[in-house]
């Protein structure tokens, strides 16, 4: 199964299978409790990887933040809503007792060479990730996705069509139940650039060879979230997808390495 044409350079000029970092590689054991650092990032890319996934909210003071939670409880020796803090509160915050919160701005300069896969946690967020995107000139850097439709179409308006976008979940549903490729992207009025999706859903099987057929005629991606088992990612590469993400970015890597797909 050849690897689609989607017109966006971010997809379009990578390797044959895209490796994501999530969160940088969030459960590789040299780096565990320090996801969405770059430190994590740092090691990923240290590690070979070029695409990252993270996530964005924004401070009360207007400051993108790679952070996926919307508190920092869970990861953080602080606590409290990003919405309701400033830079300089999170600043205070250390993400594995050590490690700062990077805003989205420090993430992008750092790795000048990689490639951004990031999902809109926040409303808020929408607006200032859109201009950001613009100002720094970054559209063939970033895919855009989250699970608000509502989110990420007041994205796809704000760029005007310009930056590669996911599937939001209805989307998704329709790729996977419509009776063809064609129609849903007829449907999806061509907006989605790569349905990025678990294998499965609760009962449902998200991903199937009918769904990766369809996908590919009609022009799109789809990546698989979030393998980190390499008994799972050689059965998907066979499978034909076209990307995967990952939590355990050294097992990844050898499953590539061992099947000649990493560049």
Not at 88 to 102: I, N
Not at 106 to 112: G, K, Q, Y
Request: negative net charge; charged residues 25%.
């Amino acid at each position: 199964m050849s690897t689609p044409r989607t017109g966006f350079a971010y997809l379009d000029e990578g390797p044959g299978l895209l490796a994501f970092a999530h969160r940088g590689g969030a459960f590789h054991p040299e780096i565990e409790g320090l996801e969405n650092t770059l430190a994590a990032f740092e090691h990923a890319v240290a590690l070979g990887y070029r695409m990252l996934e993270t996530d964005v909210h924004l401070t009360s003071d207007g400051v993108l933040l790679a952070f996926h939670d919307s508190v920092l409880d869970r990861v953080t020796d602080q606590q409290g809503a990003i919405s309701e803090l400033t830079l300089a509160d999170v600043r205070c915050a250390r993400v594995g007792g050590r490690e700062e919160v990077p805003t989205l701005a420090e993430l992008v300069d750092a790795f000048p060479t990689a490639r951004f896969n990031i999902d809109i946690k926040a409303e808020a967020a929408v607006a200032p990730l859109a201009a950001f995107v613009d100002e720094r000139g970054i559209h063939d850097r970033v895919l855009i996705g989250s699970f608000s439709p509502g989110r990420l179409n007041r994205f796809r308006r704000l760029t005007g069509g310009r930056v590669p976008t996911s599937a939001s979940p209805p989307e998704v549903v329709a790729f996977r139940f419509l009776p063809s490729g064609r129609l849903a992207d007829l449907v999806t009025r061509g907006r989605v650039a790569a349905l990025q999706i678990p294998r499965r859903r609760g009962p449902l099987t998200l991903l199937t060879p009918r769904l990766l057929r369809r996908a590919h005629r009609a022009g799109k991606h789809v990546h698989v979230w979030t393998v980190d088992d390499p008994a799972e990612m050689r059965e998907l590469i066979d499978l034909g997808v076209d990307g995967l993400f990952t939590d355990r970015t050294d097992l990844l890597r050898d499953v590539l390495l061992e099947r000649g797909l990493w560049e």
